[in-house]
T-cell receptor, first 118, second 112 residues
Framework: GAGVSQSPSNKVTEKGKDVELRCDPI?????LYWYRQSLGQGLEFLIY????????KSGLPSDRFSAERTGGSVSTLTIQRTQQEDSAVYLC????????????????FGEGSRLTVL | RKEVEQDPGPFNVPEGATVAFNCTYS??????FFWYRQDCRKEPKLLMS???SGNEDGRFTAQLNRASQYISLLIRDSKLSDSATYLC?????????????FGAGTRLFVKA
């Protein structure tokens, strides 16, 4: 489809293992965001990519978390040495913000990757 | 102080009621505003943008007061299907770059 695609949709892992979560944004969207949402909580900003600019990593909770965006398209969020408190839904969103003056910045979200750390 | 603050919830209302959600933002560099809806265990989706002149979409009316840094959402004749969490969202452009800030959300329960 033409929407934001995330994989895997569900991931169960053991404490201490590394995980990679993938996001494929809408074609042509220059902005890509990662958020985290724990059960019953609001969205927690993690990282923001915009075109070729340096990413805004100010929301990453620790150095175990990293993200990259290759070729300005697909992004991977990596969590090293997972902990139980990392269990959450990881949401990716993309936006056409910056592609035209008329664009107001609506975010289009993927369905999320639900991570469970045992 | 959080950059975007919303009414604490949950709101429990009967079908047909009118309900209003409020949101305040602290950064005067905020430039665009939205209400998103998030259903249980689903991703957020845009409900409506919020314009300075106010805008209406069916039973939903959004208002923006830049002077008071305040945004509202009014739902008239509420339906069972309106039950969801409503998120206030602000886009900020300043010398530090661009940010999209989500409020914590207000949960609405509409009951028969």
């Amino acid at each position: 489809g033409a929407g934001v695609s995330q994989s895997p949709s569900n991931k169960v892992t053991e404490k201490g293992k590394d995980v990679e979560l993938r996001c494929d944004p809408i074609s042509g969207h220059t902005a890509l965001y990662w958020y985290r949402q724990s059960l019953g909580q609001g969205l927690e900003f993690l990282i923001y990519f915009q075109g070729n600019s340096a990413p805004d990593k100010s929301g990453l909770p620790s150095d175990r978390f990293s993200a990259e965006r290759t070729g300005g398209s697909v992004s991977t969020l990596t969590i090293q040495r997972t902990q139980q408190e990392d269990s959450a839904v990881y949401l990716c969103a993309s936006s056409a913000i910056g592609t035209s003056a008329a664009n107001t910045g609506e975010l289009f979200f993927g369905e999320g990757s639900r991570l469970t750390v045992l | 102080r959080k950059e975007v603050e919303q009414d604490p919830g949950p709101f429990n209302v009967p079908e047909g009621a009118t309900v209003a959600f409020n949101c305040t933002y602290s950064n005067s560099a905020s430039q665009s505003f939205f209400w998103y809806r998030q259903d249980c265990r689903k991703e957020p989706k845009l409900l409506m943008s919020v314009y300075s002149s106010g805008n209406e979409d069916g039973r939903f009316t959004a208002q923006l007061n830049r002077a008071s840094q305040y945004i509202s959402l009014l739902i008239r004749d509420s339906k069972l299907s309106d039950s969801a969490t409503y998120l206030c969202v602000v886009n900020i452009w300043n010398t530090g770059g661009f940010k999209t800030i989500f409020g914590a959300g207000t949960r609405l329960f509409v009951k028969a």
